[in-house]
């Protein structure tokens, strides 16, 4: 069974603040990453994915298998950035639990000014 | 494109009534789901399929029907909704049936009293 884990419910940081929103994974094969971002009022979108190994609006995240750790980091967050990040993992291309994206339950980031 | 277009944006339904909600994409996506979310629980997946006239079961799948006649159509019935199934549901299509980023649309918010 794949799960995913997102330990805070909550994050509060200071504008200009480093930021990381914590994501652990458990699966049993060679896992596809991805984080997913809600600004109030705005559909749920792709922020990013391990594979593309890209900075999104200065957001980065490192897929750690020995830790089974997807976290998501900012270096100096702005007010913009606050919003539900939801962590999401799809059992890669092997077998059926490929077609299942697996969400994390969110963490809400709130960046004060 | 419109993308993934969710109708309607709010329904209240009283305990024993069914529904559909209909979910539309069109940019030509394999594959397409239906997820609920609920505070604190993240996003669950009900159903999904993979292509026309193919669907299966995702994690919370009791309550609910769902067919797929079109590549572009992929409505959720409820047939008997009850209290526990309020919600906000989100339709996702993604290009293929893995490893491809979900395109969400903007919701159906759900209340049965």
């Known amino acids: 069974a794949q799960r995913v884990t997102q330990p805070e419910k909550l994050l509060s940081v200071f504008k200009g603040a480093p930021v990381e929103l914590k994501c652990n994974y458990s699966y049993s094969g060679s896992p596809e990453l991805f984080w997913y971002v809600q600004y109030s009022r705005q559909r749920l979108q792709l922020l990013l994915r391990?594979?593309s190994r890209e900075s999104i609006k200065g957001f980065t995240a490192d897929l750690n298998k020995g830790e089974t750790s997807f976290h998501l980091k900012k270096p100096f967050a702005q007010e913009e950035d606050s919003a539900m990040y939801y962590c999401?993992?799809?059992?890669?291309?092997?077998?059926?639990?490929?077609?299942?994206?697996?969400f994390g339950k969110g963490t809400l980031l709130t960046v004060n000014p | 494109n419109a993308g993934v277009t969710q109708t309607p944006k709010f329904q209240v339904l009283k305990t024993g009534q069914s529904m559909t909600l209909q979910c539309a994409q069109d940019m030509n996506h394999e594959y397409m789901s239906w997820y609920r979310q609920d505070p604190g629980m993240g996003l669950r997946l009900i159903h999904y399929?993979?292509?026309?006239?193919?669907?299966d079961q995702g994690e919370v799948p009791n309550g609910y029907n769902v067919s797929r006649s079109t590549t572009e159509d992929f409505p959720l019935r409820l047939l008997s909704a009850a209290p526990s199934q309020t919600s906000v549901y989100f339709c996702?299509?993604?290009?293929?049936?893995?490893?491809?980023?979900?395109?969400f649309g903007n919701g159906t918010r759900l209340t049965v009293t």
């Open positions: 391990h594979i």
């Open positions: 399929s993979v292509g026309a006239g193919i669907t």
């Open positions: 996702a299509s993604s290009y293929k049936a893995y490893n491809s980023p979900l395109h």
């Open positions: 999401a993992l799809s059992g890669g291309n092997s077998g059926g639990s490929n077609y299942k994206l697996t």
